[in-house]
């Protein structure tokens, strides 16, 4: 059984240097998430989607993962399946640093969808030259990246697990997206021992039994210790 679920978002990479979806200027690197990031804004203007998510999976090549994917990394090394982590991240910033039990709710941008099969492909090249589907030889690959109004993946698993775990851990995210803006509230009704590790305090549904406000760098790899029962430096 699930012991315990961390959520993520955006804010445990962005020591990595992967920018962030709320902080600065309400763009997304000079964009308007409803542009980028809905269905909409695709068949509106598919050119300028497929070239902006084939920045943002060149621009992971330059990325690493930093001391809060690696904590997590070392905690499911330390409790096996007793850790989920699910991330709403599209970077590949958690597996790199070596998590297994992991989902991406949101999608991979090193994964393409196929709008002809709907078969997801591992994919690392880009989109924009409308590339045929590695399955059906269709050229209908469009980036494998939830946008706003579709349906996130893997929600019965990920609905499970936190319905089941004992302590429920959301870093770096700012609660603003539903359906993950609310799993610290269901593990909360479901007497889980809920935690908030990020930069600032979030404005929860529910509010979180702790809320530690910090780098994730500093806080995660602090947090994991105390979880594996050592001490602190
Ligand atoms: N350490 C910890 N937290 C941080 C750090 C840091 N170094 N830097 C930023 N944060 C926090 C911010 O304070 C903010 O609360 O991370 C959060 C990032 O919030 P968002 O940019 O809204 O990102 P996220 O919550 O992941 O967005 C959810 O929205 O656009 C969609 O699908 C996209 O998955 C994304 C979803």
């Given amino acids: 059984m699930t012991r315990i679920v961390v959520l993520t978002g955006a804010g445990i990479s962005a020591e990595s240097g992967v920018p962030t979806f709320r902080d600065a200027d309400g763009l997304w690197e000079g964009h308007h998430v409803e542009d980028v990031a809905t269905p909409e804004g695709y068949e ?12 943002r999976r060149r621009a992971l090549v330059a990325v690493a993962p930093n001391p809060a994917h690696d904590a ?3 905690l499911e090394t330390a409790l096996g399946e007793d850790l989920l982590v699910v991330t709403q991240n599209v970077d590949d910033l958690h597996e790199r640093a070596g998590s297994i039990n992991l989902v991406h709710m949101h999608g991979e941008l090193y994964r ?23 399955v059906c030889g269709e050229r209908m690959l469009r980036p494998d990246v939830v946008w706003f109004g579709e349906m996130p993946y893997e929600l019965d698993r990920i609905e499970a697990a936190v319905a089941l775990c004992d302590t429920f851990v959301s870093i770096g995210t700012s609660g603003a997206v539903y359906p993950a803006a609310g799993y610290a509230a269901l593990a909360s009704a479901f007497g889980a021992r809920t935690i908030e590790l990020n930069l600032m305090p ?10 530690r406000a910090g780098m994730a760098s500093v806080l995660v790899p602090a947090w994991v210790d105390e979880v594996l029962g050592r001490p602190r430096d």
């Fill in 112 to 134: 393409a969808l196929c709008e002809g099969c709907g078969i997801r492909s591992p994919w690392t090249g880009d989109l924009l030259g409308r590339p045929p589907c590695p």
């Fill in 72 to 74: 997590l990394a070392r």
């Fill in 202 to 211: 979030s404005d929860a549904l529910v509010p979180f039994d702790e809320a």
């Fill in 44 to 55: 509106r203007d598919p050119d300028t989607v497929l070239r902006f998510y084939d920045e």
